[in-house]
Protein backbone atom coordinates (compact mmCIF):
# COMPACT_ATOMS: atom_id res chain seq x y z
CA UNK A 1 0.00 0.00 0.00
CA UNK A 2 2.36 2.02 0.47
CA UNK A 3 4.35 2.15 -2.76
CA UNK A 4 0.93 3.02 -4.43
CA UNK A 5 0.24 5.97 -2.60
CA UNK A 6 3.78 6.85 -3.32
CA UNK A 7 3.38 6.28 -7.18
CA UNK A 8 -0.12 8.13 -7.08
CA UNK A 9 1.74 11.06 -6.05
CA UNK A 10 4.09 11.03 -8.78
CA UNK A 11 1.33 10.00 -10.68
CA UNK A 12 0.15 13.40 -9.70
CA UNK A 13 2.85 15.08 -9.98
CA UNK A 14 3.44 14.47 -13.50
CA UNK A 15 0.03 15.25 -14.68
CA UNK A 16 0.13 18.35 -12.55
CA UNK A 17 3.36 20.00 -14.40
CA UNK A 18 2.24 18.60 -18.19
CA UNK A 19 -1.12 20.26 -17.30
CA UNK A 20 0.60 23.51 -16.62
CA UNK A 21 3.06 23.22 -19.52
CA UNK A 22 0.16 22.84 -21.83
CA UNK A 23 -1.93 25.88 -20.49
CA UNK A 24 1.41 28.11 -20.23
CA UNK A 25 2.11 27.04 -23.72
CA UNK A 26 -1.09 28.37 -24.70
CA UNK A 27 -0.57 31.72 -23.50
CA UNK A 28 3.56 32.00 -25.17
CA UNK A 29 1.38 31.40 -28.58
CA UNK A 30 -1.05 33.81 -28.02
CA UNK A 31 -4.48 33.82 -26.19
CA UNK A 32 -5.87 30.39 -25.49
CA UNK A 33 -9.54 29.21 -26.14
CA UNK A 34 -12.02 27.85 -23.69
CA UNK A 35 -12.31 25.01 -25.93
CA UNK A 36 -8.39 24.24 -25.43
CA UNK A 37 -8.67 24.82 -21.51
CA UNK A 38 -11.56 22.87 -21.50
CA UNK A 39 -9.44 20.05 -23.64
CA UNK A 40 -6.57 20.26 -21.14
CA UNK A 41 -8.34 19.85 -18.15
CA UNK A 42 -11.16 17.17 -19.48
CA UNK A 43 -7.70 15.30 -20.10
CA UNK A 44 -5.85 15.79 -16.68
CA UNK A 45 -9.44 14.57 -15.32
CA UNK A 46 -8.68 11.24 -17.37
CA UNK A 47 -5.64 10.85 -16.36
CA UNK A 48 -6.23 11.51 -12.39
CA UNK A 49 -9.11 9.04 -12.72
CA UNK A 50 -6.88 6.45 -13.94
CA UNK A 51 -4.03 6.63 -10.90
CA UNK A 52 -7.36 7.67 -8.41
CA UNK A 53 -6.04 11.21 -7.72
CA UNK A 54 -8.26 13.10 -5.97
CA UNK A 55 -9.61 15.46 -9.15
CA UNK A 56 -11.30 18.80 -6.52
CA UNK A 57 -7.31 18.58 -5.17
CA UNK A 58 -5.55 18.32 -8.24
CA UNK A 59 -7.85 21.72 -9.05
CA UNK A 60 -6.91 23.66 -5.99
CA UNK A 61 -2.82 23.09 -7.04
CA UNK A 62 -3.65 23.83 -10.85
CA UNK A 63 -5.14 27.19 -9.83
CA UNK A 64 -2.86 28.15 -7.19
CA UNK A 65 0.56 27.03 -9.31
CA UNK A 66 -1.19 29.24 -12.66
CA UNK A 67 -1.60 31.92 -9.83
CA UNK A 68 1.97 31.95 -8.78
CA UNK A 69 3.14 32.22 -12.30
CA UNK A 70 1.11 35.19 -13.36
CA UNK A 71 -0.83 33.58 -15.77
CA UNK A 72 -4.40 34.85 -15.24
CA UNK A 73 -5.63 34.70 -18.63
CA UNK A 74 -4.98 30.63 -18.52
CA UNK A 75 -6.76 30.42 -14.91
CA UNK A 76 -9.81 32.43 -16.24
CA UNK A 77 -9.96 30.52 -18.93
CA UNK A 78 -9.90 27.54 -17.47
CA UNK A 79 -12.09 28.70 -14.57
CA UNK A 80 -14.62 29.55 -17.94
CA UNK A 81 -14.07 26.29 -19.03
CA UNK A 82 -14.99 24.35 -15.82
CA UNK A 83 -18.21 26.31 -15.62
CA UNK A 84 -19.55 25.39 -19.31
CA UNK A 85 -23.05 23.21 -19.09
CA UNK A 86 -22.24 19.77 -17.93
CA UNK A 87 -18.68 20.12 -16.43
CA UNK A 88 -18.47 18.21 -13.37
CA UNK A 89 -16.22 17.91 -11.07
Do not use: I
Not at 14 to 23: E, G, I, K, M, P
Not at 40 to 52: K, N
Not at 58 to 73: I, T
Request: aromatic share 6%; glycine share 8%; with cysteine.
Amino acid sequence: MALELWFREDARAVVLSVTVAALQGAVANGAPTVGYCQGVVDSARACCVAFHVPFAGFLCDLRALLASKSVLGVLQAADAALLTPGAVL
